[in-house]
């Protein structure tokens, strides 16, 4: 069978093998930063633009034909009849091919825009729309009996200016396209009266194109950095859902991973322990020559030697179970009240003659009297074994751990062991801190360890809701303190007077 060639699922967050998962997500990233990078010229904002000036018009779609319909009115009831309703009826079919030409392109798919061909079209649908204008401003009113005429047509086109520099700002030169020939025309009508009101409004038509040319202007490159907001917007949400994609597969994968890992270890505790306790129990009793004298005292020391390493694999199975029971959730606590000060006293008992062995003076430092606490017990007891454990490995010969047992500054109860060992870095604390983790002073001074004695602590503190500090100086020494929080502290019962618990007695 061919080697499969294995992926180095630890270093990549993603699975490379399953691509199909994240396809849709790359695509839309790599959309949204190619309109990132895109400039008037490029076809694909082009699209953009045309689509929201054909959306801009369709909008405003009612805004001119009724500017159209009130001087249409106006007209009639000042006695303007034929001209003016050829007027209305010419410009109304451009401002409807405008409007229908707006809605097609509206409802089609940017992909299918044309964006030199539309941009024509609608520049040519404005100037039609513009011819309109320019017939209304070559229109006179003889029976009207209205002596500024000419002024009121000017205003009257200063407002169609503004209503379509503000709808047609999306599309650079609409607005030209539209009032270059109504103004051209007012002032050809203008100058033939040869009057100096009309000049002023020739003037002053010309100035306002141009003013409002610059407005237009400057609404289209509001309107360009509202798209570029708006790309940068679909940007960040395709980046937002690559993140989340990638955090789902990285979940699923730690899932498997833990599952894996699971079944691995409930598998392998039974098959792991069963032999190791024959080899702890033949290598103990070779040791101890139960059965007789070895020929050969290598052999007793070669027995011992089995019987240590068994042991120290033993342990580490057994610290691997309980950290990946308390990770996993399935640590449960056997809750009951139990005394704090009791507990510790055992643990430094335990571990006197480790202690004494290496020559080290353990000094406990505890509180008079404590209520009792509401804990696991043998968590409690594990986790003051831990702490002493670590600390008897690290303190050199000679040494000296303080053990003390107390009140927090809340009301809570706490157990420290101090030592004054090499100490740790500050950098190197969250290593120590995670499973298998040492560091680089202890790995050289003390004695091999398996790296998952304070992760238990803390796996256990914090299963019972308090907190793990862990402190330190290089040269001077590490303390280690296990918290319980306030709410784990029993209350003292008040004492119950006899005469009262003798009466109570009789009446049952």
Known sequence: MPLQRSHTADKNIVDRSKRHRNSDVARAVKK??????????????????????????????AAIPLLVVAIMAAGLFAGMSGDILVWALLTMSCYTGLAFIARRVD????????????????????????????YFASLGCAPCAVDQFPVVKAVILLLAMAATAIMASSLSGA???TFALPVVVYGWFGVQLMLPVEAMMV??????????AYVARHLNRSTVMLLSFRTEK????????????????????????????????????????????????????MASEVLGPMGNPTYRDYASDVHDSGRHLLDLINEILDLSRIEAGRYLLNEEPVNLLSIVEDCC???????????????????????RLFADERAVRQITLNLLSNAIKFTPTGGEIRVRAGWTAGGGQYVSVKDNGPGIPPDEIPVVLSAFGQGSIAIKSAEQGT???????????????????????????TEAI???????VMEELPAVPMKMAAAGGRRR
């Open 349 to 371: 008992h335990m571990m006197e003659l480790r202690a004494r062995n290496k020559d080290i003076r353990i000094v406990q430092d505890f509180e008079p009297e404590l209520p």
């Open 482 to 488: 296990a918290i319980f929080p306030p709410t784990r």
């Open 107 to 134: 409802r089609m798919e940017a992909a299918r825009i044309r964006p030199a061909h539309t941009r024509h079209t609608f520049l040519l649908a404005h100037f039609l729309s513009g011819i309109g204008w320019a």
């Open 203 to 212: 003037a002053l038509l010309a100035v306002a194109l141009l003013f409002f």
């Open 451 to 477: 790296g998952l004695g304070l992760p238990i602590v803390q796996g256990l503190i914090a299963m019972h809701g308090g907190e793990f500090d862990l402190q330190s100086k290089l040269r001077e020494g």
């Open 234 to 285: 679909d940007a960040l949400i395709a980046e937002l859902e690559t993140a989340k994609a990638m955090s789902d597969e990285a979940r699923r994968r730690a899932e498997d991973a833990n599952l894996a890992k699971s079944r691995f270890l409930a598998s392998m505790s039974h098959e792991l322990r069963t032999p190791l306790n024959a080899i702890l129990g033949f290598s103990e009793v």
């Open 175 to 177: 607005l030209l396209a």
């Open 32 to 61: 949204t930063r190619d309109r990132l990078s895109q400039q008037a010229g490029n076809p694909d904002f082009d699209r953009e633009m045309l689509k929201l000036h054909a959306r801009a018009m369709v909008g405003s779609v």
